[in-house]
């Protein structure tokens, strides 16, 4: 059912149904988990370096102006905030659909009907993350286990999916790799 809109706009109602089915291609999500905490490990150390080294920085700089430049610690949390948020939107955003870390361990994350993920959905990815993970504990992302597209809570508030990158997933089967 679609009408056209006040703005001359095409508007539909159509619900768009979800793009990878773990019946039909379980090869897209075999592993996903375990791949996808590593990733979050390369990925986190990525973003400490820049952070480290500003914060070794203002402490020497702090040392040389005799503890004037302390007061850049000041701007340290809310750079830190903003580097991790551009890093997310930056490679979740680009044409890969992956972190450098989901890079490393072949996977990609996709909207729920199977379009590549954007700037705007990558940043509010990670805020939805770490409000989650830092108000209902870590213990929320053993909600991965119990669905079949291995879905985290985050992902399923903002409509994403993690999946294997498609070369990797051509590779595997339910019998073994393909050769």
Do not use: C
């Not at 897209?28 to 973003?47: K, S």
């Not at 102006?65 to 340290?76: D, E, K, Q, R």
């Not at 948020?85 to 870390?101: D, R």
């Amino acid at each position: 059912m679609s009408n056209t809109g006040p703005s001359g706009f095409r508007m539909t109602s159509e619900i768009k149904p979800h793009a990878y089915d773990p019946v039909t291609n379980p090869e897209l999500f075999e592993g996903v988990l375990a791949r996808r905490v590593i990733a979050f490990f390369i990925d986190i150390f990525i973003i400490a370096i820049p952070v480290i080294l500003a914060a070794v920085f203002i402490l020497i700089f702090g040392l040389i102006t005799f503890g004037l430049g302390w007061f850049l610690f000041w701007l340290w949390w809310p750079a830190a905030v903003i580097w991790a948020l551009v890093y997310y939107g930056m490679t979740l955003g680009s044409p890969h659909s992956a972190t450098i870390g989901m890079r490393v361990m072949d996977l990609q994350m996709r909207t729920w009907y199977g379009a590549p993920a954007y700037f705007l959905l990558a940043v509010a990815h990670a805020i939805v993350f770490w409000l989650t993970v830092s108000l209902l504990t870590p213990f929320i992302l053993l909600v991965g286990f119990f669905n079949e597209r291995r879905r985290l809570l985050h992902d399923m508030l903002v409509g994403t999916v993690v999946i294997n990158h498609p070369s990797r997933a051509h590779t595997i089967s339910h019998d073994g790799p393909v050769t």
